[in-house]
């Protein structure tokens, strides 16, 4: 693939700021804030024409195959054992590459898709209720507002149902009936009971099973293991990905590693807000590095927002705890009807609170999805309605469903929640309301990727949450831990052979690109030691965090975008001026790992809103207030936003290409849950 | 609230390690301990000291990567609770708390708190899997497994890997975490084929880590912050002798 760029200077920006001097080389920031030029369009030439359902048949028989004994001889690098990490890992490896698995935790099994709650769908239609391959893939379309490739949510639809053939036969203890088959639970945005689960902690059963294949594929000697190892580069030569380079984070050594290809299964960037609900570790310096290097950046501000999570409770919080979305089927949300009113719940009476969600939209209710929920419980707060410190939170109350359904019923159903929720907050939700508030929860963004999961750098693959692919822009319960198992363990095997059964032709890796990539990382963590300021990392997340969630969270306008980047790159400078970070680089130095992850974060941050700015269309997660139909509901551009927005990094600034999206089978049409 | 800890530091695998004196002030009811540290933390940054070196990720008792022994009991007296789930409302003003790495000699320290149990991994490798590649598994619905049988299993397949379990053994023996593997797998009929084979390498395996043998104190069990039930290593046992049997 080959792309020019046109030179051609978006009229966004208002006047130039001049871009403060420094004596450290920045990160090179675009001349103006908010400017981008527009280069040639693109587009994704891997997925076969034809009917949808016949796609992904076309192209396995088209993709070419590696003979076994050549298998042997080819080298993958997979970075990241979450879900899609350590699925691909492990399929690799029982198909006879050679595997190198990197991650930074102490053991492939706690990567960050340890932790998701509710469920995977899959169109098993076990209930017959109606389900089919086909209604996955509209749900999944129409959730993401219209904002993803038909070709890749069909697929995704398909393959949903090899996945739990998969797990079940891991032995993965899904919940199941008394006749000993499956059971299955219904997620926002679907009619349909399609999603399975292990109690609340599918995401940990699955990520177990993946973890064990891995670890037979470990001791079988397929798999080379590398944990507590943080990738810090890749390696381009020849124009294609070969390698990369890692810290190991106990010792502190630099180490190059070679391959013939590498995968990229490095999770969410949610933690750019500081607060989510992401684990601590999560980070976005695998896919950002690789982006420097040439891979296009897809739709980077399409963020989830999750409207039931634990309300913040000081300066101090370091991440934020997810409530499940199945506690709004029997809760009700609600504020006081008076601004500022201080009386403690049990106090205000019914005629004086508001059910705003039960009233604004009264078809779903509490059900609404995530996108909707969030956004109503912002403006209640904004109205100075919210209840709690700060007056950000509101009501999620379960007194109605106790005295319908009794203490018991409702312990049974929700006994482990309420629990987790009292150890935190140190409030029985039994007798109080609970207190909830929206959070970062996922980042519908990532690398671009074709069909066959292959960034813009060849040979350079990404899977999981990393890419962009497969969700739109906005998300539906349950659908990530089906999209990266479905990366890892059936597409990407097939996919990535395709471009193995040219290796012959590779070349050997330069030297000199290999010391550039060293020297880079080498030179980042000597400035990032030597600066010796007054502030920590931390402090420059916490503030970046918030710059982000106010001026492109879940409501974003052009003025607080403007603002966003004007402050960013002032707070960045600062950050690479004044920064402290102590000790060495021998050796576990964790206040290193934070600060080079946090660096990071700046930059990305700053095309996040550039991306955010650009669209000024609402769609799915993302709000732009300017853009709202007569009642406050998002209102969507089709006629000139109805693309990916694929953004190139160059020294002098951010540059789009966009690849249009065609709907074939699934009529565009505006959302309405009222 | 006012805290004194007692934090053991220990700079690397070759130095021998002493317990320092910190105090914090200010600390809210509402921190979890992990929060607390981080504030210590901060502070020992910009005091230009070595900040505290501890595992953490999730931060939300899922991940199994903290765990840190709190005034002598793995994950602190909370029960059922790791590390990061607990708050410092559960402490009282001034009291003065100690705070160790976990102790055993297969769980080496790498700095401070922080510990290597790679192990824990190595006793998977040994045969805690069902040998299924992708695309070779027959329809979900196949076989039918009972109720009971799916949720005694997945109790047993909620344990995080924390190592709490061989922090509080007096043997620092691994049984708990290997018989809950052992007990997930053997409940369910994917992993019958392999059950013996399966439950004499990992027993084997654990030994050759270095790990104790168990005693039947069952602190374990009153450590672990998922509850494995004390009989999985009963199960173990039965599952190993068998295999040895044949
Ligand atoms: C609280 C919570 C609940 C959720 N619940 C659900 C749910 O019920 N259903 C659902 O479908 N989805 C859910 N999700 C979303 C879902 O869990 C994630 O999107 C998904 O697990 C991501 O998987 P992944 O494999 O792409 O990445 P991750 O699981 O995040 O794995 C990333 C891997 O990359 C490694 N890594 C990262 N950076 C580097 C680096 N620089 N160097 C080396 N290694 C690196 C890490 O070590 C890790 O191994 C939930 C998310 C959260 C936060
Ligand atoms: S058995 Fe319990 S204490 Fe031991 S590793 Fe598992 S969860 Fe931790
Ligand atoms: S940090 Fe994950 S279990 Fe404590």
Redesign the pocket.
Known sequence: MKFRRRQQQEPVAPSPSPSPSSSVSLPVSPPRPGTYRTGEPIRDTKAPSGPVEDRWDTRRFQAKLVNPANKRKLTVIV?????????AAATLGELGYKVKS????DS?R????????????AAKNYRGDGDSVYRLFYDTVKGGDFRARESNVYRLAQVSVNIIDQAVAQGVPFAREYGGLLDTRS?GGAQVSR?F?ARGQ??QQL?LGAYQALERQIAAGTVEMHTR????EIVVSGGRARG?V?RDMVTGEIETHLADAVV?????Y?NVFFL????K???????W?AHKKGAYFGNPCFTQI?PTCIPVSGDYQSKL??M??SLRNDGRVWVPLRKGDGRAPADIPEDERDYYLERIYPAFGNLVPRDIASRAAKNVCDEGRGVGPGGLGVYLDFADAIARLGRDAVEKKYGNLFEMYERITGENPYEVPMRIYPAV??TMGGLWVDYDLQSTIPGLFV?????FSDHGAN?L????????LA??YFVLPTTIGDYLAGAGAFGPVEEDDVAEARKAVQDRIDRLLSVNGTRTADSYHRELGRIMWDYCGMERTEESLRKALERIPELREEFWNNVKVPGDAEGLNQALERAG?VADFFELAELMCVDALHRTESCGGHFRAESQDADGEALRDDENFAYVAAWEWTPDGPVLHKEELDYEYVKMTQRSYK | MNLTLKIWRQSGSSDKGRMVTYRVEDVSPDMSFLEMLDVLNERLILEGDDPVAFDHD?R?GICGMCGMVINGVAHGEQRATTTCQLHMRHFEDGAVITIEPWRAAPFPVIKDLVVDRSSFDRIIQAGGFVSVPAGSAPDAHAVPVPKEDADAAFDAATCIGCGACVAACPNGSASLFTAAKITHLGLLPQGQPERDSRARAMVEQMDAEGFGGCTNTGECTAVCPKGIPFDTIARMNADYLRSASK
């Open positions: 970075v990241g054992t979450g879900l899609a990490g350590g699925s990197f991650c930074y935790q492939p706690r990567a960050h898709s340890i932790a998701a709650q509710g469920g995977i769908n997620f999603t689960y599918t995401g990520l190892h943080e990738m810090l990369v890692v990229l299964a490095t999770g969410g949610g989510s609900t992401n684990a570790g999560c980070n976005t310096t695998a896919i590095r999750h705890t997810l499940s979305e929860h996922y899977i999981g949450e990393a890419n998300r319960g349950a659908s990530a831990l089906m999209q990266g990366d890892g992850r | 999730c939300e």
